[in-house]
């Protein structure tokens, strides 16, 4: 990865890339942070079960909604300035929320903090797009893994932190420093683009215009069942094993495995990209991966939980793969950003299926058989339309095409 070649582009190799890093880095902390402190936070400002429910489900929507106005808000700063404005917002909401006495005011800028990161998570392919065209997944597996160490360390270290700093509020504004931190590198990348006249406003095609695309719905639809899947195991996966007489403390560390085995994993995708892109191999290894893992929750959750652990780890890489894939799928950073903000925008309504439907079916059958079946079979959706993701052309050319 040149130096040179990314100085026309905002800066030195090293400092873009760090940049970019960084920024995966915050967009889980908002989520992560909150959830391992929710009993005292409940106590302290009265919230129902309800509302906690709500407050859990907020990730999920958000994405989804505010992942829309991503191209909107590209369109009106420019790619890099988005970067550094979405990182202020969202240092400004998680400290906010920190301080205030009100269920309600905390929801509110939960949603603020939450809409920066959803813009985060579409504009990421298309700062890769931009910065790195011929390193897509070199710095895509980055990207992916510090958007898994992000959530992964908040989970962790908020509790300390809270125990340390007296309370859960300084516990979960302390990660308001780390969006400063990562805001920094971001200012003098977004001058040098004003500068040169260059900060890339993309005008890729319309959602409205994308929903006509095969393509655009293989992505958002691999995109949903990978979410799917991963948003159930965030929710279910412990509880599951625990129901089936693992101890408590047990399933969590399982619970932590699962989470932490898919960041080095990661990181090897771009030889495997490299050497199997192109032929629809790596989404079935993906769904696969991710089916075994279920199947032995099933069959055997007490035999070898590491190793359900372990497999179904290794099948998250496919968030990561999928995420490389709306670069290559489309052939400008304005295409990019646009794909990204549809696939992400459908997925993440498709992904708030995965917990509620294994819940759901939990409660009207009363076993986690059904569940936990209907999980390992649709795993199979992440080979189908991950196979059409990878076999695919870009968009550009498949929108085109009816016209030529």
Known sequence: MSSSSSVRRGGPAWLVVAAIVLLALNLRVAIGSVGVVIDP?????????????????LPVLCFAVFGTTAARVVRLLGLDRTAAALLA??????????????????LVLSVVALAACAVGNVVLPALAKEHFPDRLPLVGSLYGAALMAGGAVSSVVTVPAADALGGWRPGIAVWAVLSVAALLPWLPIAARAGRAG??????????????????????????????????????????????????????????????????????????????LGGRGILPWVFAALTASGWAGVLWAPTAA??????LLGLGGC???????????????????????????????????????????????????????????????????????????????????????
Do not use: K
């Open 198 to 275: 260059r900060d890339v406003r993309p005008v890729g095609p319309s959602l409205a215009r994308l929903a006509r695309s095969r393509l655009a719905w293989a992505c958002a639809l691999c995109f949903g069942a990978q979410s799917a899947q991963a948003y159930a195991q965030f929710g279910w996966f412990p509880t599951i094993l625990a129901d089936a007489g693992l101890a408590q403390g047990t399933a969590g560390a399982m619970q932590g495995l699962l989470g932490a085995v898919g960041i080095p994993m990661t990181l090897l995708l771009p030889p495997l990209v490299a050497r």
């Open 89 to 106: 917002v969202l240092a400004l909401g998680l400290l906010a929320r920190s301080v205030v006495d009100s269920t309600a005011l905390f």
């Open 305 to 310: 939980p590491w190793l359900w652990a372990i």
């Open 318 to 404: 496919a968030f990561t793969w999928v995420l490389i894939m709306f670069g290559r799928r489309a052939s400008t950073t304005e295409g990019t950003a646009s794909l990204s903000a549809f696939a992400q925008s459908v997925g993440y309504l498709v992904a708030g299926l995965g917990p509620f439907g294994t819940g759901l079916l939990h409660d009207v059958t009363g076993s986690w058989t059904a569940p936990v079946t209907v999980l390992m079979l649709g795993a199979v959706l992440i080979g189908v339309f991950g196979t059409l993701v990878d076999r695919g052309g870009t968009i550009e050319y498949e929108l085109e095409r009816p016209a030529a």
């Open 41 to 57: 936070l409940r106590d302290d400002l009265g919230m129902s079960a309800t509302v906690a429910g709500v407050l859990t489900t």
